[in-house]
Structures are given as C-alpha cells and as structure tokens.
C-alpha cells in the first residue's frame, strides 16, 4: 500500500510543477505499466534548451513531494543520485 500512496504522491509532484509552468498535461496515472510504477504525460512539445529549467523543476518534483509528504530528509534519500537521472535525462533528451 505504500509504495502505492508514494506513487501517487511522487506523480501529483510532477503534475503540480507541469501546472505551475502552464504545461499541457495530457496525462497522470499511478497504474503500473513497462517498467513504471506511475506517469505523468505531457502533450508534445518543442522544448529548446531555455526550457532546461522548467523540465528539471518538473522531472524533480516528484521527489520533492515525496520528501515533503513523508518528512524524509532529501540527504538520506540518494538526492544525489535522482539529481543525477534528472539532469541525464533532461539534457541528454533528444527533442532539443
């Protein structure tokens, strides 16, 4: 049950920062599917490097609502190792 209320936290993180930044959401889900335990979905879009920004608060705010929702201590958490898969994932995208 837990890992399905963490799921559903660490999703709605993410889809709280794509509203903040007016991102067309087309999707949110905690239903399991390929190797996720969740996902949130945006419509396509060009994204260029200006955007760099705005996808790492997005990609981190699953794991900041993680953190804020369970008390957890970003520190104790492999913070580093998440920031790490944000930036590879954000920069090493290939729709820039």
């Known amino acids: 049950m837990i890992d399905t209320e ?3 936290y660490h999703e709605a993180g993410h889809a709280v920062v794509a509203c903040l ?3 067309p959401l087309q999707r949110v889900t905690i239903k399991p599917w390929r190797s996720r335990r969740g ?3 945006l419509r396509r879009l060009t994204w ?4 760099a920004p705005v996808r790492i608060q997005m990609r981190s705010g699953g794991f900041a609502a993680e953190c804020i929702h369970f008390g957890e201590d970003p520190e104790t958490m492999d913070a580093s190792l998440a920031f790490a898969d944000t930036i590879e994932n954000v920069f ?3 729709s820039f």
């Not at 260029?48 to 955007?51: G, Q």
């Open 21 to 23: 930044f007016r991102l």
């Open 6 to 8: 963490r799921c559903a």
């Open 39 to 41: 996902e949130t979905k």
């Open 48 to 51: 260029t490097w200006a955007d």
């Open 92 to 94: 090493l995208a290939k």
